[in-house]
């Protein structure tokens, strides 16, 4: 999160001991005449997650959007985060009514579409689903005030062959018109 000279660092996780800090860490940065002066304060925290997806609703809020509590919890709560010139107040927010298919499912994706705009992915169930639906998609808008949680199904034409397969916390990246791309290819 960021505003003004300020950067907030939140959430995380250490693979080596599968720990997730709640430390909060305040990077503000001046740039007096010569060179800049960088510090960083630690601040304690009270939440720890990981994988969470983070929207900009104005320009001194933000809202926290899923991620992980542990490796087999999924992290189903919003919190609003209100930052002003000195301070961060990170509150619990209204949850959306989330799906059966995003509780039940082990796994899910997202990225910030902007504006309070969060986009999920949730790979589907072909024991019970038509087979070729390999995900669910759900657009959750947080920006207008009421959340609001949008559901379609993904039906594939594609050979498996073709497609690209999806890894744990990996973002969902989109250009202008809409079409999917990788920052690594």
């Not at 510090?39 to 933000?62: K, R």
Request: net charge negative; aromatic share 10%; glycine share 10%.
């Amino acid at each position: 999160l960021s505003r003004n000279d300020t950067v907030y660092i939140l959430g995380g996780h250490s693979i080596e001991n599968n720990f997730r800090s709640t430390n909060m860490y305040k990077i503000k940065v001046d740039l007096p005449l010569g060179s800049p002066a960088v510090s960083c304060t630690i601040i304690q925290g009270h939440m720890p997650f990981s994988s969470a997806i983070v929207t900009q609703t104005s320009p001194d809020e933000f809202v926290i959007v899923g991620g992980y509590q542990s490796d087999s919890q999924k992290r189903l709560i919003c919190n609003g985060v209100f930052l002003d010139d000195d301070t961060i107040d990170i509150q619990e927010i209204e949850t959306p009514d989330w799906t059966g298919e995003i509780k039940q499912s082990k796994t899910w994706f997202g990225a910030d579409m902007g504006n309070g705009g969060v986009l999920f992915a949730i790979p589907a169930d072909n024991k019970h689903q038509n087979p070729d639906c390999n995900f669910f998609f759900y657009i959750l808008n947080l920006g207008g005030g009421e959340s609001v949680l949008q559901s379609c199904s993904q039906g594939s034409t594609e050979e498996q062959e073709d497609s690209m397969p999806l890894e744990d916390s990996e973002e969902l990246i989109f250009n202008m018109d809409g079409n999917f791309f990788d920052e690594d290819a």
